[in-house]
């Protein structure tokens, strides 16, 4: 039997077991009047081994925190009716999630709807009379070739699924049923909902009513070949009274996230013009609703921005962006230079430090956001003009106030490619001592096109306890740095961010206290491909875990969930058309040179990077006599720590790997350091002022 490591009975760290006790804030929103915030708490349920959420409501000040929604159903999405007098959410409701409208005066609560596939994007209209919202509609799957009429009784086997879609799977949600998402509307009050736009096509984006309550603005795709072009999605007025549509936009290029001004002049909404490549950044566009034109705002911001939200005298428009691995809340006026509120948005990524959250505008322009840090996972934090933002919960507090948690430290470098600066940040374990040796871990993140920050991660705070140095980096491809810099891998992904990652390795161990020759190497996804890349190109690693990862371009192309998409933007074309192109960049190329031990790390159900795909590189290092192990989480998707279990999982069978190959946490190599000197630090690693990249 396999005894537990010494430092999970050390409560002074965060252990594999605390992560059942995490907590964190999602979608606060703040009343109308910004007197109070409803926010969803989600929390890890150890029983049933989920993650769960619960509605609580605290008044703008920090007092009166109290459930709205805390019991055994999971509920979400609240929204505020215009007046602020009710509040609409979902809730699970027997089998199927359903929307709810609670009275706030009373707080009484009514099911207002029977639906039989989930509701999605509600949304109030502006008389607080309807409410908006997208749902599956079914289609009856056609057999192929009819069958005899079974006998009665007789238990056959289920009939043939025949597939005739592009996209007929997708990571998360299956096998996809036949049928397509298209916008609703319902009474507030309860009654029958009413479909509104119809056709073989989908309407998944979130509506937008005009403010006199006749129109509902929405993205979709309807061209005749949007199997075939997954970036052709256009705003559409819908008449409410009709379900007439009319077409607001037309370019080649997604035009997404459509919210109207309050007084209904205008819309602001985000897209690009397609050019191919794989990463374009998300522009901040306005329509003129009379005249028909269209201009861009904040042209100069090289960001992806998110999140609009108008003011309420329709002067400005607010959005969140990425920059620099720190998540921003902006306010673009219409005429004007623009004003960032707030950097810290964030917090919702509980395993690994990527971006997200959430935020939301009161009539009076206070904001309500979840805000981040690097020792917690997201809280709410209420804004009020040009004061500080003051936090209305402290969630894990009463986890985590008493712990010794890893210190995230941020390192900039040089890129020996091309001299370039990259942004990484270095997870010191408690008790850090810079006189000692330490083993260190190369985390890096996937997407590609994604970032890390100075942000809570459970897996890198679990590497630090058990006594690893943890380094993350935004190599070249990172979001927040600009579309130049994301497409310096465009069709050449891996490339040259293997020497970014390198050279952070190099710049982590000049620092003095990493230990060079206990190396280990992880990642997932995106970062599963460059660990496995990493290993076909160097030694230096002791061992390395490949999590989800495209080890085959050629068979990833073919058989995850959005072909389409990844074969057109990631690739100069299909894989039967540039095969060496395609294998050149398939971290199997270069499956020939590892030596490293490698385990691969997987979830049976993902349909993003399917398991096939760890397997032939499982079947290929086990033909050539490299040390290697396959890790099968079963039911799992891409989210491969969707479970709290598997979260725990993941983290541990990545450090006992790691420890079998000479980790060996909490015996840590002591070298001399003279107390007059600090530990080595090269000036390129850490420059006064970070560039604008």
């Not at 921003?328 to 004003?339: E, H, K």
């Not at 020939?592 to 990077?609: F, H, V, W």
Request: charged share 20%; proline share 9%; glycine share 10%.
């Amino acid at each position: 039997m396999i005894g537990q490591p010494a430092w999970w009975s050390d409560t002074t760290r965060f252990r594999p077991i605390d992560v059942f006790d995490l907590e964190w804030a999602e979608d606060p929103q703040i009343a109308p009047d910004g007197t109070r915030v409803v926010y969803v708490r989600r929390f890890m349920d150890v029983m049933r081994d989920q993650r769960r959420a619960q509605l609580w409501i605290v008044q703008a000040d920090g007092s009166g925190q109290r459930p709205i929604e805390a019991g055994e159903r999971d509920c979400g999405v609240p929204r505020w009716s215009p007046d602020g007098g009710r509040l609409l959410y979902v809730c699970r409701h027997g089998s199927q999630a359903q929307i709810f409208v609670r009275w706030m005066d009373t707080g009484q609560t009514a099911v207002i709807t029977r639906l039989v596939q989930g509701p999605g994007n509600v949304t109030w209209s502006p008389d607080g009379r309807q409410i908006a919202f997208t749902m599956r509609v079914p289609e009856d799957a056609r057999p192929l070739a009819p069958m005899p009429k079974a006998p009665a009784g007789a238990e056959w086997a289920p009939p043939p699924r025949v597939v005739d879609k592009v996209v007929y799977r997708v990571d998360g949600a299956g096998y996809l049923e036949p049928g397509f998402t298209h916008l609703f509307v319902v009474p507030a009050d309860g009654g029958s909902p009413r479909q509104l736009t119809s056709g073989a096509f989908h309407h998944n984006g979130a509506p937008s009513w005009t403010p006199d309550g006749r129109h509902v603005i929405i993205s979709a795709n309807r061209k005749p070949d949007w199997e075939h072009e997954p970036q052709g999605s256009e705003l559409f007025e819908v008449d409410v009274t009709t379900g007439a549509l009319r077409a607001l936009t037309s370019r080649e290029g997604p035009d997404v996230a459509p919210v109207v001004s309050p007084d209904g002049r205008s819309v602001a909404y985000v897209g690009f013009d397609d050019t191919r490549q794989g990463y374009r950044v998300s522009r901040l566009y306005l329509l003129d609703r009379a005249a028909g034109t269209v201009r861009e705002l904040a042209p100069t911001l090289d960001r992806d921005i998110n999140d609009l939200i108008w003011s309420a005298d329709s002067r400005g428009v607010y959005v969140s962006y990425d920059d620099q691995g720190t998540t921003r809340i902006a306010l673009v006026p219409l005429a004007g230079a623009m004003r960032v509120l707030v950097s810290d948005l964030g917090g919702n990524s509980i395993d690994r430090p990527y971006g997200g959250g959430s935020f939301s505008v009161a009539r009076t322009g206070a904001l309500a956001y979840t805000i981040s840090a690097p020792d917690r996972p997201a809280d709410v934090a209420v804004l009020r003009g040009r004061a500080k933002p003051t936090r209305l919960t402290a969630l894990n507090d009463d986890l985590l106030a008493h712990k010794q948690l890893g210190a995230v430290e941020e390192m900039w470098l040089v890129s020996s490619h091309d001299k370039r600066r990259v942004q990484s940040w270095l997870v010191t374990p408690p008790g850090f001592d810079p006189g000692k040796k330490y083993p260190l871990i190369l985390e890096i993140h996937g997407g590609p096109f994604a970032n890390y920050g100075p942000r809570f991660s459970a897996d890198c705070q679990l590497y630090a306890a058990a006594g690893y140095v943890v380094l993350y980096v935004n190599p070249r491809g990172s979001t927040s740095y600009g579309e130049e810099f994301g497409n310096l891998i465009h069709h050449a992904y891996p490339g040259n961010d293997y020497d970014d990652l390198i050279s952070a390795v190099d710049a982590a161990i000049a620092r003095g206290f990493v230990d060079p020759d206990r190396l280990y190497v992880t990642g997932g996804s995106g970062g599963g491909v460059l660990t496995s890349w990493i290993v076909g190109k160097t030694d230096r690693f002791r061992a390395a875990v490949v999590a989800k990862p495209v080890i085959n371009w050629s068979s990833f192309v073919l058989t995850a969930d959005f072909t389409s998409f990844f074969y057109r933007y990631w690739f100069p074309g299909p894989p039967w058309e540039h095969a060496e192109h395609y294998h050149a960049r398939s971290p199997l190329s270069l499956v020939g040179n590892i030596k490293t031990p490698t385990m691969l790390l997987t979830g049976e159900a993902d349909y993003r990077t399917p398991i096939s795909e760890s397997e032939q590189l499982y079947q290929a290092l086990k033909l050539r006599k490299i040390e290697t192990v396959l890790v099968r989480i079963p039911g799992a998707s891409h989210s491969i720590d969707e479970r709290p279990s598997q979260l725990i999982a993941k983290a541990l069978h990545i450090l006992a790997w790691f420890d079998g190959h000479g980790g060996v946490p909490g015996k840590s190599i002591t070298v001399p350091v003279p107390a007059s000197e600090p530990a080595p630090v090269p000036a390129a690693a850490t420059p006064a002022t970070p560039p604008h990249q």
